[in-house]
């Protein structure tokens, strides 16, 4: 059974990091396609960032690009999501995401809330 639990949310301040896990179990976690996405309140879900497979091809929404970075551990099974210099406008719930076949799998979600 196929299985992703985020973790790592909070409240941080603008200029702040955290870094957010995704743990994944019940597929071949090194190769599939995975990615984070997120829904701010009154907003639909947006991309945030992609990794192939293990060895490192990834992808970035330009409103990221720089800050965020999307990396997977393969021993621990677990997507990780690095987040630096948050801004308000990063607010919103974050889910892992795993592709299978045309379709995407979502975790729960995790919120982020960036505020002073």
């Known amino acids: 059974q196929v299985q992703l639990v985020e973790s790592g949310g909070g409240l941080v301040q603008p200029g702040g990091s955290l870094r957010l896990s995704c743990a994944a179990s019940?597929?071949?976690?090194?190769?599939?396609?995975m990615k984070w996405s997120r829904q701010a309140p009154g907003k639909e879900r947006e991309f945030v960032a992609m990794e192939i497979d293990a060895g490192g091809t990834t992808a970035y929404a330009d409103s990221v690009k720089g800050r965020f970075i999307i990396s997977r551990d393969t021993a621990k099974n677990t997507l990780y999501l690095q987040m630096n210099s948050l801004k308000p406008e990063d607010t919103a719930v974050y889910y892992c995401n795993l592709q299978l076949g045309a379709d995407w799998k979502w975790g729960q979600g995790t919120q982020v809330t960036v505020s002073s």
């Open positions: 019940g597929f071949s976690f090194s190769r599939s396609v």
